[in-house]
């Protein structure tokens, strides 16, 4: 199978078009991990191209972290696509492999996106292209608010930094099960992820409470996935006050004995 259905390519077009995530003359740089989701994502760039109004380039890079994994083995296939693969070498595995490594998982996304970063950079690249799909946007909000207390998520579009570069993720719209059913369907297999602590990572464990939840309430998910959105309803309390407007209003509202009981509050 190397073409992809109309509905799952319907899904593809439309976060290209609602997004703008591709303009005349792009230079795109494809993440590559070898996995089934950058490996769906360049069967489907590379089809998306040809139907394309306009011209881009493609290519795909792989951030090596020193695992020997056998991203080589891939190479082959991309180029039937069309699309090079670069291989960056890095001793990313090294770092956080070393003992009372705290949050391996966010010390090792830092520095594959700098290396991603700085090698777009070098090459002249204008956007970068992640395979983050739909239950990824889910399961970072949900992480997001569980563990930094913050409501946010993946983006389908994003500017990074003062580097001028764009993260585009077109798969926005696609649900992991997508993903799955075609790349099992590809004469090359996916690789699987070496990384120690994939198994255990706190992404894994969001996934298996949104799974677990959607089991016993169908409507979980759709709904966790409609909270992706601006403009949604949302009631939350004010802003917190800075510390001398709270002194202040405590003053008009009690006694220093009284400030001084509920401070803690």
């Known amino acids: 199978m190397n073409t992809l259905d109309k509905p799952i390519l319907k899904k593809i077009w439309r976060a290209l078009a609602e997004f ?12 590559y991990s070898g996995g089934k989701d950058s490996l769906f994502l360049a069967l489907a760039l590379s089809q998306i191209q040809k139907d394309l109004q306009f011209p881009i380039q493609l290519a795909c890079v792989h951030i090596d972290l020193g695992f020997c994994l056998e991203i080589a083995s891939h190479r082959e ?14 001793k990313i595995g090294e770092l956080i492999a070393k003992p009372n490594r705290q949050n391996p998982c966010s010390r090792c996304a830092y520095f594959r996106r700098g290396a991603l970063k700085k090698f777009a950079l070098q090459e002249g690249f204008t956007k970068i292209a992640l395979a983050h799909h739909n239950d990824d946007a889910v399961e970072t ?14 983006a389908p579009n994003t500017i990074w930094d003062q580097s001028g570069l764009t ?3 077109p798969l926005i719209y696609l649900r992991e099960h997508h993903v799955r059913k075609v790349t099992e369907a590809l004469i090359i297999e996916p690789l699987e992820n070496p990384c120690p602590h994939a198994e255990a990572s ?22 966790l996935a409609s909270s992706l959105r601006a403009g949604r309803p949302m009631d939350l309390w004010p802003e917190a006050l800075p510390e001398a407007e709270l002194k202040k209003r405590f003053a008009q509202f009690a006694s220093s004995s009284g400030t001084d009981n509920n401070n803690e509050s």
């Open 20 to 31: 703008s995530l591709l303009e005349p003359g792009d230079k795109v740089l494809i993440g």
């Open 77 to 90: 296939y991309l180029e039937k696509l069309g699309l090079p693969l670069f291989i960056v070498p890095t």
């Open 202 to 223: 706190k992404r894994g464990e969001i996934k298996e409470l949104i799974h677990r939840l959607s089991s016993e309430n169908p409507t979980v998910y759709s709904n």
């Open 167 to 169: 993260i585009i993720r």
């Open 141 to 154: 909000l949900l992480m997001s608010l569980l563990y930094s207390g913050q409501i946010k998520t993946l």
